[in-house]
DNA sequence: CATATTAGCTGAACCGATTTAGCTTATGAA
DNA sequence: TTCATAAGCTAAATCGGTTCAGCTAATATG
């Protein structure tokens, strides 16, 4: 059913029906008997006015677009279920496209989008290179990046306090009693990774346990990383650490990995502390202290941005957000 | 940049440029000449159709929509990333809604969807009237339900196979030594809590072992439920089953939850057997065998029933996937 | 009574593409 | 030379709404 049938049968043009669907009648004058005689009809025959006509008329998709490297990582859907809540909530429908962590994916992705006139671009993007969003910018699609982004971007960001996170983290592990401390980082190269070993560094400084670090090891955050640096831990020291900083969830599951497959059970006095979370984490038989970043906040803060950019109320936000330090200790 | 921009610039009309940027060049006997300035036009100026407009026009809209009740859900991301995948390598974007388990909100994200001219609505439904989705398949918007569905209903469907999931899963369990068999269940009033528990007893009537049945507890499917069966049993017992079934991924964080607490460690003998699965169970101390949805295969098959709607080849495909069985026997 | 104002509604343009019948011009055949 | 055919392209209708200037009839005002 068309709005032209529609007001056929209500007895009206299709103006005068379009005017009472989208409300505006007060307006337009329209006589409350009218108004009464479409939008009954209109219920009665379940009219859904067609999207892609509406929007095409008063350029507008109620579209609001996700780029994510992979649905399946536990933070990144967490994020995507806080954004479709609040999409929902504000009237807009979200489509949520994976790059699959590659460049040209993305890149393609992001030129469909802006064919699809959606209203904003939120991605958690992989490129080095940000042109093709400055293109989407420039048609007037506002984009904001979240959790990662290459410095000097002229777009709007949102991204999580490694440093403070990784100090906090640190401190909290630290509580405990003393003992041999381990480090298993990532690629020094990357920044974020970089950020976490000095919040670390930091954190051991000012409390004058750094002589208790047994091994800083910088490999990867893989899980196979993970899994052969507690290798090579296990086999020089023939026991584990008294204390452990994983810089990444994966990096975690590698050192399960490993102990599950050679240790009897994890030791209860361990004091563990790693980035990245999950409600699993509360359910395991040793303590594990983790950062996990707030995704419910960025989301919130995502939408705030966009609202300003309706509105053009501000020209760039770069947010930092802390990270939440859950401690764990049994 | 519009269609009429691009025809400007290329000295050839609208129709032309459309004409050979939708790749009918041939069938209308457009030079090649002519084809090569356009199509260089629109790189240099990085032309992408408004899809609505063309949509509109040619109605369709490369949309495919995907409704779930809970986003975070470990299940349900991963059947997400698995039909976003899938939807993309088609070309088509996919809208992701979550219905929070509300009946109207699942209504009413079905209306707009439809409005939005998506070409399928894929869901995993909470409604118990499925007149919303048969409007809908009127409108000529086939709908496909996965993993839940009121029986009777004329949509398409494809579930996993509980009574014979939990049969096998109940075999595995039932590998090891014998001992004190527990089963926790959920409401036996639903379906699928009955069908686990059917699939369970007839593995233990086969085996033999009905008498090790220490004891069957069904409450329904919540944390709490689990940590509160957990407790009893302990108190009852003063001591953990040698073999236990939980009948979904949340009655075993229950459990867990109560194990964490109140023991010391968790028995490495134990024979623990779940329905629902994640990664982290390969990372916990302990043995815990699990049932898990295809999640690949419902997407794969749910692409494939989307094929033959809009072939028209098939009236209704009903399809029943078996469980993969994941022995983690340590 | 004439004119101004208001209430209530509508016609027609428009959004940006796709689609198809048909118009030129060039080429070939008779 | 003349007509048929083919090559290459375009004009105009169309999709289904939204938007707004403006029309008519009714009421108010002087």
């Known amino acids: 059913m068309k709005l032209e049938d529609l007001a056929r049968l209500a007895g009206v043009s299709k103006s005068t029906a379009s005017i009472i669907l989208n409300g505006h009648a007060e307006r337009y004058r329209i006589s409350e008997k009218t108004c009464e005689r479409v939008l009954e009809l209109a219920k009665k025959h379940h009219y859904v006015a067609n999207a892609q006509a509406a929007g095409l008329r008063s350029s507008n998709s109620k579209l609001l677009a996700l780029i994510l490297p992979d649905l399946l990582h536990h933070g990144f859907a967490e994020l995507s279920k806080h954004l479709e809540r609040l999409a929902r909530k504000a009237g807009y429908q979200l489509i949520i496209s994976c790059s699959d962590d590659e460049t040209e994916m993305e890149e393609k992705l992001v030129r469909t989008l802006t064919g699809r006139k959606v209203e904003a671009i939120i991605s958690v993007s992989t490129v080095t290179d940000y042109s093709v969003y400055y293109q989407a910018e420039k048609r ?6 979240l959790d990662r982004f290459q410095s000097g971007t002229k777009l709007d960001t949102i991204i999580s306090d490694d440093h403070q996170a990784a100090k906090e983290l640190t401190q909290t592990m630290l509580t405990g009693r003393p003992g041999a401390i381990a480090y298993f980082g990532g690629n020094q190269a990357l920044d974020n990774c970089r950020l976490r070993f000095q919040g670390f560094s930091e954190a051991l400084e000012e409390s004058g346990e750094a ?12 899980v196979e990383a993970g899994y052969s640096m507690m290798k090579d831990y296990f086999r020089q020291h023939q026991s584990l650490p008294e204390k452990l ?22 030791p209860e006095q361990i004091d563990w502390a790693t980035f990245g979370d999950s409600y699993i984490l509360d359910l395991l038989p040793f303590t594990i202290h983790s950062a996990r970043q707030q995704y419910e906040e960025m989301a919130k803060q995502a939408m705030e941005s966009l609202d300003a950019k309706f509105d053009k109320r501000e020209y760039q936000r770069q947010i930092v957000l802390s990270r939440e330090i859950i401690c764990r200790r049994i």
Chains 1, 2 share one sequence.
């Open 140 to 145: 007037g699609i506002p984009v904001i990046l």
């Open 211 to 222: 002589e208790n670090i047994a091994t800083v090891h910088h490999l990867d955050y893989s």
């Open 245 to 266: 900083f994983t810089g990444s969830f994966t990096l975690m599951e590698g050192v399960l990995q490993f102990t599950r497959k050679h240790l009897d059970k994890m």
